[in-house]
């Protein structure tokens, strides 16, 4: 006889967690239920389920629309900076993270500089895109424009 059970873990084999999948009975009720690892798939349960998988389903749909509202403000803001350059374009000292941070902050953004995807800090002059990553997987472009410092 066949046991419906619901997985609360991720269990090779046999599914993900949330997933509704058919053991023998002695393998549900002697292993996975007492250990945590799934519950019977009645009523009660499958309906749970189903409620907080609307719930999570809901917190993603407002978490994605609050990133891309994020993603759009920094879009806008031009990010330009003038540091000493030599005449081969090579800066002196360099943008970093933290520079962007500063200025997508003047401009009213509030990210943390551990999202900006910087490699390495830029170190030449002329127009840069880096990507700032945010929650749920949505990536906005920064465009950076260095330019040189006119000398007196």
Do not use: W
């Amino acid at each position: 006889m066949n046991n419906n059970i619901i997985l609360k873990e991720n269990i090779d084999g046999l599914g993900i967690i949330g997933d509704v999948v058919s053991v023998k009975a002695g393998y549900a009720r002697n292993y996975l239920i007492p250990k945590g690892l799934a519950s019977a798939a009645n009523e009660k349960n499958v309906k749970e389920l189903d409620h907080q998988k609307r719930q999570l389903a809901r917190k993603l749909e407002k978490a994605t629309k609050d990133a891309e509202g994020i993603k759009a403000r920094i879009e806008k803001v031009s990010c330009e900076f003038t540091q000493r350059a030599s005449e081969e374009g090579k800066l002196f000292g360099s943008v970093t993270s933290m520079d962007l941070e500063a200025k997508l902050k003047d401009a009213g953004v509030d990210i943390d500089r551990k999202k900006i995807q910087l490699g390495e800090a830029i170190k030449s002059l002329g127009e840069h895109i880096v990507s700032v990553k945010l929650d749920v997987g949505v990536v906005a472009e920064l465009k950076v424009t260095v330019i040189a410092e006119e000398e007196a």
